[in-house]
């Protein structure tokens, strides 16, 4: 179990510039989530993939953002001209399909845009 | 809709006891309770579900009071390592995708000294 990986860890982008996001599920894990958490606040749900299906995405998800998960296996996260409002921690976390599972998060993108 | 935790920080010095709240004014299906340390990744506590359950993790423990729609987290006889931010996460629906798309609380920040 080498965890959850996401890359790059730190991004700085001016604004109205494009950004992508790759995360890397733990390998057994077929669910994985897409969160945003901003300076004092907890985890905030964006989207949800069940192998390579997205089967939920938050209405506070704009058209500007755009998530796939080709082959069921890593993910990315697009950010198109992005705005200030963009900063944030993107977490992703992975978890198994059965029950209850945890979610197992990533330590996140730090994405800071001037 | 996000859950309310309290308190929003508390300070406890090494041996000292806490109690977390989590309260929500809808129905709840399970609460999950993660922690995270700064900079790092929240990571996975337990789960609770219906039926008023009470799990433990080390000296962790937690219940829930599904008819007050409310979850605590108990921290007994605390350590350096508790410190960190506690998040509570609720579920919008007992099964199918949204059993798992949770939404997270604003957290309660808690610092162990010695």
């Known amino acids: 179990d080498t965890g959850v990986s996401q890359d790059p860890r730190h991004k700085i982008t001016k604004r109205g510039q494009n950004v992508t996001f790759r995360c890397d599920p733990i390998?057994?894990?077929?669910?994985l989530y897409w969160y945003r958490q901003t300076l004092g606040q907890g985890p905030e749900f964006l989207t949800y993939?069940?192998?390579?299906?997205?089967?939920?995405k938050s209405r506070l998800l704009s058209d500007r953002f755009s998530a796939e998960r080709p082959k069921g296996s890593f993910s990315t996260l697009e950010i198109q001209r992005t705005e200030q409002g963009d900063s944030a921690m993107y977490l992703c976390?992975?978890?198994?399909?059965?029950?209850?599972?945890?979610?197992?998060f990533g330590n996140g993108t730090r994405l800071t845009v001037t | 809709q996000q859950p309310v935790q309290s308190p929003q920080a508390v300070i406890l010095r090494e041996g000292e006891d806490a109690v977390i709240n989590c309260s929500s004014s809808?129905?709840?299906?399970?609460v999950h309770w993660y922690r995270q340390k700064h900079g790092e990744a929240p990571v996975f506590l337990m789960i609770?579900?219906?039926?008023?359950e009470q799990k433990g993790h080390e000296k962790i423990s937690a219940s829930f009071n599904e008819k007050k729609q409310q979850s605590s987290l108990y921290l007994t006889a605390s350590q350096l390592s508790y410190s960190g931010t506690y998040f509570c996460?609720?579920?919008?629906?007992?099964?199918?995708?949204?059993?798992?798309?949770?939404?997270f609380g604003k957290g309660t920040k808690l610092s162990v000294i010695p």
């Open positions: 976390a992975s978890s198994q399909r059965h029950g209850y599972s945890p979610l197992h």
């Open positions: 390998s057994e894990h077929n669910r």
């Open positions: 993939f069940q192998n390579e299906a997205q089967l939920e």
């Open positions: 809808k129905a709840l299906y399970s």
């Open positions: 609770l579900l219906k039926g008023g």
């Open positions: 996460g609720t579920a919008k629906s007992y099964s199918g995708a949204g059993s798992y798309q949770l939404t």
